[in-house]
C-alpha cells in the first residue's frame, strides 16, 4: 500500500505541501502533485496514480470536468475536495465518477485515513492478489467476477467504477440479507463515519443502471423500506 502511486491535485501550495508531508510521514513514498487540471491529466497518462485527490475548483477546468476526461483512462480511487456542500455538487461529483468527497476545511489526517482505507479495499479484490479459486457471482443476467474485476450483463462486460463494484461484490456477500446505509458505508468504505446519505444511495443507483432491466423498479438489488437494501438472487421465490 505504501508504495501505492497518489496524484494530489490543487491549485493552493499549501494544501498540496500539507498534505504531502502527512502521507510522507505515513511513508507513502510516490506523491505526485498538480495545481492545474491540465498537469494532473498530463500526470494521469505518465505516472497511472492509483489514488487521486481532486479539489473542484482548478483555474483552468473544474474538478468534475477532469474527472470525466480521468475516467476513460482509469478506474483509480477519486476523492473529492470541495469548499461546496449541497446535495447537487455531492451527486455531481459521484455521478462524474468520483468514488468519495471531503470538505474544506478538512483535518489531513482524516483525508490519508480515507485514502489508506480505499486502497486496502481496493487491494482486497486485486486480482493480482487473489487465490486460485475463482470468485464468481451469478444472479439473473448478471456474473459477478471477483477476481477478474469484471460485471458481465447480458454477456457483455459493462464498464464498473471500483468503488461501485466493490459495493456490488459485498452484495453478492450477502445475498437475501438487508444491509443498512451505515453497515454498507463501514463495510465498502473502511470508515465508520457515514458524511450523509447521498454516498451510499448515488452508488446503489449506480448498480442498479448496470444490472436492472428496468433501474426505475429494481428487482435484484431492491429497497427494505425503513431498514436498507437487498440482493435478491432470484426474484421469483
Same mark, same amino acid.
Given at each position: 500500500m505504501k508504495n501505492s502511486k497518489i496524484? @494530489? &491535485?490543487? *491549485? %493552493?501550495?499549501?494544501? @498540496?505541501?500539507?498534505? %504531502?508531508? &502527512? @502521507? $510522507?510521514? %505515513?511513508? #507513502?513514498?510516490?506523491?505526485? $502533485?498538480? $495545481?492545474?487540471?491540465? %498537469?494532473? #491529466?498530463?500526470m494521469v497518462h505518465k505516472h497511472a496514480p492509483e489514488f487521486i485527490v481532486l479539489d473542484v475548483m482548478l483555474p483552468d477546468m473544474n474538478g468534475f470536468e477532469l474527472c470525466t476526461k480521468i475516467r476513460a483512462y482509469t478506474d483509480a480511487p477519486i476523492l473529492f475536495l470541495t469548499a461546496r456542500v449541497s446535495d447537487m455538487d455531492v451527486l455531481t461529483g459521484f455521478e462524474k465518477g468520483g468514488d468519495d468527497y471531503v470538505t474544506k476545511p478538512f483535518n489531513p489526517l482524516e483525508v490519508v485515513a480515507r485514502i489508506k482505507a480505499h486502497l486496502k479495499r481496493k487491494q482486497t479484490y486485486d486480482p493480482t492478489l487473489a487465490n486460485m479459486n475463482k470468485r464468481v457471482h451469478r444472479f439473473g443476467d448478471c456474473i459477478v467476477d471477483e477476481d477478474a474485476g469484471e460485471l458481465i450483463v447480458n454477456g457483455v462486460l459493462t464498464p464498473c467504477p471500483a468503488q461501485v463494484f466493490l459495493l456490488l461484490v459485498h452484495f453478492c456477500h450477502n445475498v437475501n440479507r438487508v444491509l443498512s446505509k451505515e453497515q454498507l458505508f463501514t463495510a465498502v468504505w473502511g470508515y465508520e463515519h457515514m458524511a *450523509?446519505?447521498? $454516498? &451510499?444511495?448515488v452508488h446503489i443507483r449506480r448498480i442498479r443502471e448496470r444490472i436492472e432491466p428496468d433501474p426505475g423498479r429494481p428487482i435484484h438489488l431492491v429497497t427494505v423500506r425503513g431498514l436498507g437494501y437487498k440482493l435478491v438472487k432470484d426474484p421469483a421465490e
Open positions: 496524484l @494530489l &491535485v490543487d *491549485d %493552493e501550495q499549501a494544501i @498540496l505541501q500539507m498534505l %504531502e508531508m &502527512v @502521507l $510522507t510521514k %505515513e511513508k #507513502f513514498t510516490s506523491i505526485y $502533485t498538480a $495545481t492545474t487540471g491540465t %498537469e494532473a #491529466f498530463a *450523509d446519505d447521498n $454516498t &451510499v444511495m
